[in-house]
């Protein structure tokens, strides 16, 4: 597969790359200093260790395999998994109404991001966690009712109407509104799992611990601190 690129318009005209925020209009530029090595193997242990909570995280595949996994599923339907391509850490496979295409994860400078066009890059979000990247981009296809992407040799690429994200073929000469909905499970979910995962979309963060629940399930809801 070739590399695959993002560009935001509108959506990101306000945004500041470099904050973990859930939607544009909350991104604020992170004040800088040096980053360490040890921060850097932090950031991607917790990112692995989140991942492999999930239940969506399908590890080591092609993107053959992942195309074979998302064939009968709905459009939208997403898997992340390892990139096939060494320079990068994963890779997002999509189901979309031309087929499967997989755009790759990149970490940079601390931070993950959509494979973007190198003269976009400043433009397009990036979060300090996968998962995060994923619901922004999940809140974003659910708010601007974005239709899916293309298939086998594409980019992600919006073009001129606001806020829209477009699958893009290299040659530039067809393209399709991207979707990004809902994942596909690696394995079954526990009940334990399912109801966390219920109580982050209910509660915000800074109220988890106003639960009236025993303090070991705060800390169990704390680990994962995401809806999906």
């Not at 996994?69 to 391509?85: E, I």
């Not at 931070?111 to 890059?121: A, W």
């Not at 979060?127 to 922004?136: A, E, S």
Request: aromatic share 8%; charged share 25%.
């Amino acid at each position: 597969m070739p590399p695959h690129t993002m560009n935001h318009r509108e959506n990101c005209r306000t945004a500041r790359r470099g904050t973990p925020a859930t939607s544009a209009d909350q991104f604020q530029l992170p004040p800088a200093r040096p980053r360490t090595t040890q921060q850097d193997l932090e950031r991607l242990i917790n990112t692995l260790n989140v991942l492999q909570i999930s239940g969506w995280y399908h590890g080591a595949m092609t993107f053959r395999e992942a195309k074979q996994k998302l064939k009968g599923c709905s459009n939208g339907t997403f898997l992340v998994r390892d990139s096939s391509d060494d320079r990068y850490l994963y890779a997002l496979s999509v189901k979309t109404p031309r087929g499967t295409t997989s755009v790759r994860i990149e970490y940079e400078d601390g931070l993950f991001m959509l494979d973007t066009e190198e003269c976009l890059r400043r433009s397009v979000p990036s979060f300090d966690c996968v998962i995060k990247l994923l619901q922004y981009y999940i809140r974003m296809s659910r708010e601007k009712n974005c239709v899916d992407a293309n298939g086998n040799s594409s980019t992600i690429k919006p073009k001129t109407r606001s806020g829209h994200l477009v699958w893009l073929e290299r040659s530039g000469r067809k393209d399709t509104e991207a979707q990004i909905i809902k994942p596909l499970t690696s394995n079954v979910p526990s009940l334990q799992h399912l109801c966390r995962c219920t109580i982050n979309r209910t509660v915000e963060p800074r109220f988890i611990n106003d639960l009236s629940i025993p303090r070991t399930l705060k800390k169990y809801v704390q680990e994962y601190p995401y809806s999906l």
